[in-house]
């Protein structure tokens, strides 16, 4: 059997985690205000270790470290990370982003502002709240196991090109 593509995220114990929001990705060009104002603000009170860019060896080694893992907003859309930190066990701290009802994750991240006028409060909130926090990680890994994982979508895929071919109505699928 081959190693799949979504083997790599996975959650470690959630008592082995760090208890700080960890971060991964590029934040220093201008086009990254939001991502370098929430840094700077957790960073004030140490509550974040920036891993800055990694590249994809180290990444899901960080990501499943963290309690809580950072994520901007900057393109109001969904990033491929949001369901890789998911996956990997941490909580996703994100401002809301398009497509979260869609994508059935609404409810199941901690939200701070666009502003990141809250974003101390709601981390320090969710680092010191186990139980909330374990709850929405488990939620949501629950949901991206069932509907976001790469052979989840390759079977959507797979479906959509039947239909196409078929001439049959493409139906959505979540």
Not at 17 to 46: D, M
Not at 71 to 76: D, G, V, W, Y
Request: positive net charge; charged residues 30%; hydrophobic residues 30%.
């Amino acid at each position: 059997m081959g190693f799949k593509k979504e083997e790599e995220f996975y959650s470690l114990n959630f008592n082995d985690h760090i208890k700080k929001v960890g971060f991964v990705g590029t934040w220093k060009p201008k086009v990254y205000n939001q991502r370098q104002k929430a840094i700077e603000l957790l960073s004030k009170k140490g509550l974040i270790d920036n891993y800055g860019r990694t590249g994809p060896i180290k990444c899901p080694d960080i990501l499943r470290k963290y309690r809580i893992m950072l994520n901007s907003n900057e393109l109001n859309s969904p990033y491929a990370k949001v369901f890789e930190i998911i996956k990997s066990g941490s909580l996703l701290l994100s401002p809301r982003f398009n497509g979260t009802k869609r994508l059935l994750l609404d409810n199941l991240y901690a939200k701070y502002k666009n502003d990141c006028s809250n974003i101390m409060k709601i981390a320090k909130y969710y680092l010191n709240n186990e139980s909330e926090s374990k709850d929405l990680i488990n939620r949501s890994e629950e949901i991206v196991k069932n509907y976001h994982t790469h052979s989840k979508r390759i079977i959507e895929f797979k479906k959509i090109l039947e239909n196409l071919y078929n001439e049959d109505r493409i139906e959505e699928i979540w």
